[in-house]
C-alpha cells in the first residue's frame, strides 16, 4: 500500500515527508505489526508531533491512541521512522 492522504483520515504505512504546509491534527492511530516497533512523527522544524513511541505488542494489543482535546496546528507533517505497521491520522478544519 502506498500513503494515503486524500481525505480527512490519512492512512500510512511509508515513512518520509508526507505534507509541508500547515495542517491540523485531531488524532493519531498506530497498529503496529510487531512488538519493539518505533514511531517518531516531527514537524518542518524537527519538533516531535508526539513521543517517540515504542510498541508493546501486535495490533489490536499494541494499538497506541493520540488523542488531541484541542487540535494541534503544526508546519508539515514528517514520519521520520514508522518501524512497522500502518498510521491512521484524522485531520480537520482549523
Known amino acids: 500500500m502506498a500513503n494515503d ?3 480527512r483520515m490519512w492512512e ?7 505534507y509541508t504546509d500547515n495542517i491540523t491534527i485531531r488524532m493519531i492511530t498506530w497498529d503496529p505489526d510487531a512488538a519493539a516497533r518505533t514511531l517518531t512523527i516531527i514537524d518542518n522544524n524537527g519538533n516531535k508531533i508526539i513521543p517517540t513511541t515504542t510498541s508493546i505488542a501486535a ?3 499494541g494499538r ?3 488523542n488531541f482535546n484541542e487540535p494541534i496546528v503544526r508546519q508539515g ?3 521520520s521512522v514508522l518501524g512497522g505497521g500502518t498510521l491512521n491520522v484524522l485531520i480537520g478544519p482549523k
Open 12 to 18: 500510512l504505512d511509508t515513512a518520509g515527508v508526507i
Open 59 to 61: 495490533s489490536p494489543a
Open 77 to 79: 507533517f514528517n514520519l
Open 5 to 7: 492522504i486524500t481525505g
Open 64 to 66: 497506541e491512541t493520540f
